[in-house]
């Protein structure tokens, strides 16, 4: 058979099955070869986690929480006011925002690879790219949210968003009670990154 070989020296032979060892092998290797800086990667890493997101959907939807004009706006064209926040770039094109209520709680997955709101939201979660979340929420997502600990009532619809090379989502979580009068960065504390992928809830306060 062609394909029946033993070449050990083969360069896929080379690299451990586990994802996470395969990357850290071929940024090893990269950086061998001089072809990447590790400075920069962990500086595009720290930017991706700690500074542009998830605190900048955070203020998306804290904003939103103490705006209702902002918040119509949100709602309407999510792409351009999330635009205008300076909020855009790879992987943020086209954002649609989805609004959790009493009668409604919105997921977000993407069944074909692992599309995201990067300049919202950072860098995705593992589980958000694994098979088994992108096959099961479509299919049974109230279990996928007994998985993560939330447990919703029966009368609330649990919808499910399919992001896309082209769409992007974010979830608008429901405003915590005993909110009000917070200012809008008390109330960023309050949003998690799970909230806006509707595989949470936002914090009580």
């Not at 649609?96 to 919105?106: F, Q």
């Not at 429901?174 to 009000?180: H, L, S, V």
Request: charged share 25%; aromatic share 6%.
């Amino acid at each position: 058979m062609p394909h029946d070989h033993h070449d050990h020296d083969h360069p896929h032979t080379l690299l451990p099955s586990d994802p996470a060892l395969r990357v850290k092998a071929l940024e090893t290797l990269l950086v061998r070869k001089g072809l990447i800086d590790p400075a920069a990667v962990d500086a595009i890493i720290d930017t991706y986690e700690n500074r542009i997101g998830p605190r900048n959907g955070a203020h998306v939807v804290a904003r939103a929480w103490n705006d209702p004009a902002f918040k119509a706006d949100l709602l309407a064209d999510a792409t351009k006011v999330v635009a205008d926040l300076g909020y855009y770039g790879r992987q943020g094109e086209h954002v649609v925002v989805v609004e959790n209520t009493d009668e409604v709680h919105n997921m977000v997955v993407c069944t074909l690879c692992s599309c995201y709101p990067w300049p919202l939201l950072g860098i995705p979660p593992g589980w958000y790219k694994s098979d088994a979340y992108r096959a099961r929420t479509v299919r049974e997502p109230r279990a996928v949210l007994a998985d993560f600990g939330v447990t919703l009532p029966e009368a609330q619809t649990v919808r499910v968003w399919d992001s896309t090379a082209e769409v992007r989502y974010l979830v608008l979580p429901q405003r915590p009670e005993g909110t009000e009068g917070m200012s809008e960065e008390a109330l960023m504390a309050l949003v998690t990154r799970d909230s806006m992928i509707g595989t949470g809830l936002a914090r009580t306060p």
